[in-house]
């Protein structure tokens, strides 16, 4: 089975400060898929990223960056000079090839103060 | 396009009473999920559906029933509420094998008092 996990509970950090949410991942099969998405005060689910367990680029996008590095089964999230519109619960999941469903972790909520 | 559509937003029920949440999405979409989130527990699956007709329980399936006669709408059925069974809702769709995108509805805040 496989499992997703996000030790942090809650980062609370000054604007402009960098953070990095962390996510370790469980899995026996080769091919996979990890997610991050965001879900701000107001409720919904928003895609961040998805990456393929055979591309370990890391990825940049603005202020947002991601390190996927297979050998620590781990996939972090990086926000550079954080805002208060950072403030949010981010969730880390991962998809099997082949499944139809994401496997979430239980999610770390930043909360960026000005 | 709407994407994926979740009624009500919000509910609240008493114990014992009987509700459906409707989810629909008009992308298409071969694959559709229900979630449910609580508090420290992030997201779980509840039931999922990879087809019309076909339908298979996820994590969390007790006390949930669901049904997928067309390709569009996916309810979720409580048919005896619980207080365990307040969380947040949500629906997701897939476009299907090959696309791992999941597009999610905005959620329903479900309250069994």
């Known amino acids: 089975a496989q499992k997703v996990t996000q030790a942090q509970t809650e980062i609370s950090v000054v604007e402009k400060e960098d953070v990095t949410l962390d996510c370790v991942y469980e899995?026996?099969?080769?091919?996979?898929?990890l997610f991050w998405y965001k879900q701000p005060p107001s409720g919904e689910l928003v895609f961040l990223i998805r990456?393929?367990?055979?591309?370990?680029q890391n990825e940049i996008s603005g202020r947002y960056s991601w390190n996927f590095q297979k050998s620590t089964s781990s996939f972090n999230f990086t926000i550079t000079a954080s805002q208060v519109v950072d403030s949010a619960v981010y969730f880390c999941a991962l998809s099997l090839e082949g499944y139809s469903t994401l496997t979430f972790g239980k999610g770390t909520m930043l909360l960026v103060s000005p | 396009n709407a994407g994926v559509t979740q009624t009500p937003k919000f509910q609240v029920l008493k114990t014992g009473q009987s509700m459906t949440l409707q989810c629909a999405q008009d992308?298409?979409?071969?694959?559709m999920s229900w979630y449910r989130q609580d508090p420290g527990m992030g997201l779980r699956l509840i039931h999922y559906s990879v087809g019309a007709g076909i339908t298979d329980q996820g994590e969390v399936p007790n006390g949930y029933n669901v049904s997928r006669s067309t390709t569009e709408d996916f309810p979720l059925r409580l048919l005896s509420a619980a207080p365990s069974q307040t969380s947040v809702y949500f629906c997701a769709s897939r476009p299907g094998r090959r696309v791992y995108e999941q597009y999610f509805g905005p959620g329903t805040r479900l309250t069994v008092t």
């Open positions: 992308m298409n979409h071969e694959y």
């Open positions: 899995t026996r099969d080769t091919t996979y898929y």
């Open positions: 990456r393929n367990s055979f591309d370990e």
